[in-house]
Structure formats: structure tokens, C-alpha cells
């Protein structure tokens, strides 16, 4: 086995990238319906439905590189009555159905406005019912202080956050720059769920910290975690960069898409650095069950 699991670090991220991402649109929608009767931003919605299906199939298929036998990973499914793995099967299958379903009603019957809201709260919903089953994988692991901790939920939970509304906002804010619409305000909603995520993550990266003064396998994992220059990464740009990108969205809500590409680009190596600090913070210690 890999210390960083790297098919489980794109695997969760992807996915959560994705949740996170239509959350976002859902509080979008609810918050500014005009997004919906307003032909080019709903095309700019439509797009982006496409974009956020595909990292997710992207994503659940980049699972199965974790397994031995990919070809036999139905029979995980078996044990759903009391694996959580199974379960987590399961949930990101229903997952993929759901929002493939999501993309396309905001195709098909793209005229619905009272469909499309519901379909994203059920998409949503769906979303992070499944992350939650993922981190209940990690955290029945009673044996890894790391990861058997509500942490672990709460970090899942942060990625998705930070990558969906970030995606979200630097999407619109390009958009406004192509219709040269300076004066436009981006909803608030959006910023503050870039700034809840930040509250989040801080809180995750100082409960490990807190590890630093304990004993055995935690103070091991707290050392490996902060001894990487990933750790470095995820401060600045999970926390700096995407406090001072919030905040900037607040006031001007318009980017080139290349500012909005880089500044993207920072914050998804951000959290795919974190999560394979996660992975880390136990791989590296022997035995691992």
C-alpha cells in the first residue's frame, strides 16, 4: 500500500470538489433566481453541470485503482449489511446516479424552475450524505487516533466547501468580466461559504496540531503532518489565499479567466495536498492495522 493512496486522495477530492460545487449552485439558485430565467447565466449554469459530472465520474472511477481486482469490485457491495466500505460503494454509486440526473434536468427541462431547485436540494443532500459515509470509513478505525475523530468528518466536509463555492465564485466572476458587468455584486452567500470552509479547515489543521501533545500514534502522526511542505501549502493556500480571495469577491467580483484558472489551480493542490496528508499521517507508521 501507497503512504498517500494517491487513488483515494483524487477519489475523495474529485467528489467532494463535485458535492461541493452544487451545493453551491444550489445556494445560488435560491438565493438569486435570475440565474435561472436569465438565458446566459443559466447557460453558464449548464456548463458547469457537465464540468462538475465529469469530475465526478472522473473521480469514482479513480477509486477503483485503489483495488487489487477492479473488475471485482462489485462484491463489495456484500458486506452492505455491516461494512461501511460497502456502504461507501453504495452511497457514491447513488451519488453518481443522482448527478447525472441533476445535469440532466438542467438540460431537458431547463424551463422548470421549481424542478431544478428541488433536483439540486436532493443532489445536495445526496452529496454529503455520501461524504459523511466516506469519512465514517476512516473514522470506525478506532486503532488511528488521526482519523477515528469527528476531525475527520469535519475535513471532508471543508474540502468540499472550499473547492465548490471557490469554483462557483471564480466562475461567476469571470463571467462577469466577459460581459464587462463591473458594477454586478456577487450573492454574499457565496464568499461566506468560502469563508465557513476556511473557519472549517482551520479548525481541522488545529486539532492535529493538538497532537503535538500527546503520546504514541498521534504525536507521530501530528510530526509526519507538519514535518511536509504540504502542510506549508494548505496554510497558505487554503487558508490565506482563499481568505484573501473571499474577501477581495466581496468587493469586485470580477477576475480574468486565467487569474480565476491559477487561483484555482492553487486551492485543488491545496486540498489534494491535505488529503494526501491525511493518508500520510497513518501509512507512514508500521503496523497499519
Not at 12 to 25: D, E, L, P, S, Y
Request: charged content about 10%; hydrophobic content about 55%; proline content about 3%.
Amino acid at each position: 500500500m501507497s503512504e498517500y493512496e494517491l487513488p483515494l486522495v483524487f477519489f475523495t477530492v474529485f467528489c467532494q470538489w463535485a458535492v461541493g460545487a452544487i451545493v453551491a449552485i444550489t445556494v445560488l439558485i435560491i438565493a438569486q433566481p435570475i440565474w435561472l430565467s436569465d438565458e446566459k447565466r443559466f447557460n453558464a449554469l449548464r456548463k458547469m453541470a457537465v464540468a462538475i459530472l465529469a469530475v465526478n465520474i472522473i473521480g469514482s472511477l479513480l477509486s477503483l485503482l485503489h483495488l487489487g481486482s477492479p473488475t471485482g469490485a462489485y462484491r463489495a457491495i456484500l458486506g452492505i449489511g455491516h461494512s461501511w466500505l460497502s456502504r461507501e460503494i453504495v452511497a457514491f454509486f447513488l451519488l453518481n446516479t443522482v448527478v447525472f440526473s441533476w445535469a440532466a434536468i438542467l438540460f431537458r427541462f431547463n424551463r422548470s424552475q421549481a424542478l431544478i431547485r428541488s433536483v439540486s436540494l436532493l443532489a445536495s443532500v445526496a452529496g454529503l450524505a455520501a461524504i459523511l459515509v466516506s469519512a465514517q470509513v476512516y473514522y470506525q478505525m478506532s486503532s488511528h487516533p488521526l482519523w477515528h475523530s469527528p476531525i475527520t468528518h469535519l475535513s471532508f466536509i471543508a474540502t468540499a466547501l472550499l473547492l465548490g463555492f471557490t469554483t462557483l465564485s471564480l466562475r461567476i466572476s469571470v463571467f462577469n468580466a466577459a460581459q464587462d458587468d463591473h458594477g454586478r455584486q456577487l450573492p454574499a452567500l457565496l464568499p461566506a461559504g468560502i469563508l465557513l470552509a476556511v473557519a472549517l479547515m482551520l479548525v481541522v489543521i488545529l486539532s492535529y496540531s493538538a497532537g503535538f501533545s500527546a503520546q504514541g500514534k498521534m504525536l507521530a502522526s501530528a510530526i509526519a503532518l507538519f514535518g511536509s511542505g504540504w502542510m506549508s501549502w494548505l496554510i497558505f493556500a487554503g487558508l490565506i489565499i482563499a481568505t484573501g480571495l473571499a474577501t477581495y469577491l466581496y468587493r469586485r467580483p470580477v477576475l480574468s479567466a486565467e487569474t480565476a484558472s491559477m487561483l484555482m489551480l492553487a486551492l485543488l493542490c491545496a486540498s489534494l495536498g491535505g488529503r494526501m496528508l491525511f493518508y500520510s499521517g497513518v501509512m507512514s507508521q508500521y503496523p497499519w492495522f
